[in-house]
């Protein structure tokens, strides 16, 4: 999953890109209102954590600039702003969750998993198809029975396949969610990644759509 991380402060922005790259998460990281608007113009995100007191624009502004597009991703607030009026303006505003700080990272990741279910489809704690059953809290996945531990990428891919069960999602698409900023694609990651887990999963677990993509069945 892609996550655009929208904070100024240094500190906090170096500790919760960490925890995020380490939690399988590829993070892009903006230090200002008006590179989050131009980056979320550019680049298709899974979730946003935003900062409100940001120079430039603020989050408020980049808010309800994100929302006036019609832009459906999820966005979470980070802020030290307790204010009850501040709470309700960025809720009213259009963002799914208001986290203040400071905060625990275990409790950022889970209110992270939680709209990004809901953003699926889902208000269950795991992802399955119906075949595959994936439990993004501890990155393990079970198939016909058998429970296996995923690495982080491999985690990363399947988490976007079981999103959107029969959506077909392409090589781009998929690298996009596996790597961040400044991360070096390796030549035929997806391919290895895809390779991988089917010798965990079955053959059958991810299917090639030649010449478009790959897919997880929907099944009913």
Not at 58 to 82: K, M
């Amino acid at each position: 999953m892609r996550v655009l991380l929208v904070e100024d402060d240094r500190m906090i922005g170096e500790a919760v890109r960490h925890v995020l790259k380490d939690a399988a998460y590829a993070v892009d990281w903006v230090r200002d209102g008006q590179d989050a608007l131009l980056t979320i113009g550019s680049q298709s995100y899974d979730v946003v954590l935003l900062d409100l007191g940001l120079p430039k624009k603020d989050g408020f502004e980049v808010l309800r600039a994100i929302r006036s597009r019609h832009d459906q991703v999820p966005v979470l607030v980070i802020t030290a702003r307790d204010a009850l009026e501040d709470r309700v303006r960025g809720l009213d505003g259009g963002a799914d969750d208001y986290v203040l700080k400071p905060f625990a990272m275990a409790e950022l990741l889970a209110r992270m998993r939680a709209v990004l279910r809901r953003k699926g489809g889902s208000s269950g704690p795991v992802l399955s198809n119906g075949v595959l059953t994936l439990d993004p809290a501890t990155h393990e996945v079970t198939a016909a029975g058998v429970t296996s531990s995923l690495s982080g990428r491999e985690f990363s891919l399947l988490q976007a396949l079981l999103i959107r069960p029969g959506a077909i999602l392409s090589r781009s698409e998929l690298e996009e969610r596996i790597y961040g900023w400044g991360e070096e694609v390796e030549s035929n990651a997806v391919e290895f990644l895809i390779h991988s887990l089917r010798k965990k999963l079955g053959s059958e677990a991810i299917k090639n759509v030649r010449g478009v993509g790959w897919m997880v069945p929907k099944e009913q």
